[in-house]
């Protein structure tokens, strides 16, 4: 039987002892998927009819396929590009990345869990993640880190989402470097930016994220205020009319500084409420080191 073929792209070293730490040794430990695909190598018949892609043991025991396979033995040897191909069929959609407190750094920082698929191998991870800051290739991740240990999260610009509660106190290196995120979402209600007497402090915020193209309103209700003798019925309307209001004051605060600042586009603004997702995200937590 030949040996697994373990061909991978031009340009990718071996692992190293950090990625170990991190990640496990993606091709020796038996708990990751590059294990189950580097486990067994087709036979030279398997290879030479290009059929029947599955571990032959698993047909032999499930014949009429009626249970999925769990192993699929010829991931190695298939070209290049139709790996990268499912790579990238298997890359997740945005996430929220939360600004949190370190309570072991006494400073903020942020909060993602690492992408699943650049934990698959080491050939996944150098497709589709940044080496550093002198890597020009078009990848979806980027190690953001501010803190001194160096630690970071995983940030893909285009799809992920910033969640901000409040603008205050943010230093100007922090804001900068966050500067190509293209969608935000903050609390409403929360001084300085966003109360019905501050909005214009709100639009000065935003306008320090230069590709901003969504901003999300998370507005909390007290439903304690209400009776019941409202009806589920009337709340949601005194909700929907609230979020109308804030929007259209937030929106002509919008359409003043463009009328000010010409070059300043404003992005789409969504005012909704604030459901279990958002009051559930951590406010205080531990940096996930990569």
């Known amino acids: 039987m030949d040996p697994p073929d373990k061909t991978i792209l031009p340009g990718i070293s071996e692992q190293s002892k950090e990625e170990e730490e991190h990640f496990g040794n993606t091709y020796e430990s038996p708990s990751n998927y590059a294990h189950i695909v580097l486990s067994r ?9 290009g059929i029947h892609l599955i571990n032959p043991e698993v047909t032999k025991s499930n014949p009429d396929m009626s249970i999925p396979p769990q192993a699929f033995p010829v991931f190695p040897v298939l070209p290049p590009e139709i790996r990268l191909r499912i790579y990238e069929l298997a890359l997740p959609c945005g996430t929220t990345i939360t600004r949190v407190f370190n309570t ?33 290739r078009r990848v979806p991740f980027e190690i953001l880190s501010m803190s001194p240990s160096g630690r970071g999260v995983c940030v893909d610009w285009a799809r992920d989402s910033l969640f901000i509660r409040r603008g205050f ?31 214009p402090e709100g639009a000065a915020f935003i306008r320090q994220f230069p590709g901003l193209q969504v901003l999300t309103l998370l507005v909390e209700f007290n439903e304690n205020e209400w009776t019941s003798e409202h009806g589920s019925a009337m709340l949601l309307r005194i909700k929907k009319k609230q979020t109308r209001a804030i929007a259209h004051m937030v929106k002509r605060e919008f359409g003043i500084q463009k009328e000010l600042r010409s070059w300043w586009t404003p992005p789409e603004l969504r005012v909704v409420h604030k459901t279990e997702y958002w009051r559930n995200q951590p406010q205080f937590r531990r940096y996930q080191q990569l």
Do not use: H
């Open 104 to 136: 072991d750094e006494m400073r903020y920082g942020l909060r993602r869990l690492v992408p699943p698929i650049l934990q698959v191998c080491r050939e996944a991870r150098y497709s589709f993640r940044a080496v550093g800051p002198t890597d020009m």
């Open 41 to 49: 190598s087709p036979t030279p018949e398997l290879r030479e009819s």
């Open 169 to 199: 106190n943010i230093p100007l290196t922090e804001l900068a470097s966050y500067s190509r995120i293209r969608s935000l979402v903050m609390d409403w209600g929360l001084r300085p930016c966003w109360v019905q007497t501050s909005i």
